[in-house]
Structure formats: C-alpha cells, structure tokens
C-alpha cells in the first residue's frame, strides 16, 4: 500500500475531531466554525495559528455541503494537495492568447460534474 500523501494524518484528525462534535450535513462555513470552536478559537494548522473565522476566507461556497465524514476528508484532502501544489516545484508553462494548432475541441460541457471542482461522496449517510 502506498504510503499517505503529507498532511493526511492532519486532515483525518481534523475531520474526526469535526465529526465527534456535529452532525452531517454540516451545510456552510458556520457550521463548520461552530464544530470546532467560534471565530477567534485559534487552530494550529501546518505549524501556524490561525482563527477559525480565517475559514470564511479560505473555503469557497463550492466547499458546502459536507454530506459526511468521508466527504469532509475529500475535500479537506483534496485543498491540502492544491495547496501543496502552489508551494513551488512548478514552472510555468509558455504564456498563448489562443490554444495551440493541434490542441482540439474542448471538452464538452454536458460532461462537468459538481461546479467548484471539489470532490463528492455520494451514498454516505451522517455517522451513527
């Protein structure tokens, strides 16, 4: 088995931590923020403190609804790796005003999942 992507462990301590104090589906950031503390409880998050009220800030719409535990560590996953990603080791590509000769049709539209290009879990009901 491969091992756990960085942050796993962060994220999964998160979302039982979530889960042991509210019920799915938590439906907006306030819900969120109310599992855990208020807006001025401070969270320790990659060797930083940050406000819970931060959140408001950092999660699009897109983030809710939270159908379970499973889909929160989906997402929480899932923004960690973005973020990882943005950290440095990429270079950017060749700057073009229009798509190159050989690049095709784009793909069709009838085909995009959930908008915001979060991932979902869908059949898992709230934890018993």
């Known amino acids: 088995m491969a091992p756990a992507p960085q942050g796993y462990q962060e994220v999964q301590r998160y979302a039982d931590r979530i889960s042991e104090r509210t019920d799915y589906?938590?439906?907006?950031?306030g819900d969120l923020v109310?599992?855990?503390?208020?807006?001025?409880?401070?969270?320790q998050h990659r060797g930083r403190r940050i406000k819970l009220?931060?959140?408001r800030r950092m999660?699009?719409?897109?983030?809710?609804?939270?159908?379970?535990?499973e889909d929160l560590i989906a997402k929480l996953g899932h923004l960690e790796v973005r973020s990882q990603q943005?950290?440095?080791?990429?270079?950017a590509g060749e700057q073009r005003d229009r798509p190159a000769d050989d690049a095709g049709d784009p793909p069709s539209a009838e085909h995009v999942g959930r908008p915001g290009g979060f991932p979902g879990l869908r059949g898992h009901g709230k934890r018993q």
């Open 25 to 29: 589906p938590i439906r907006n950031v």
């Open 34 to 43: 109310h599992a855990l503390g208020d807006e001025d409880t401070e969270v």
């Open 53 to 55: 009220g931060q959140l």
């Open 59 to 69: 999660l699009p719409e897109s983030f809710f609804p939270v159908e379970s535990r």
């Open 86 to 91: 943005g950290a440095g080791g990429h270079e």
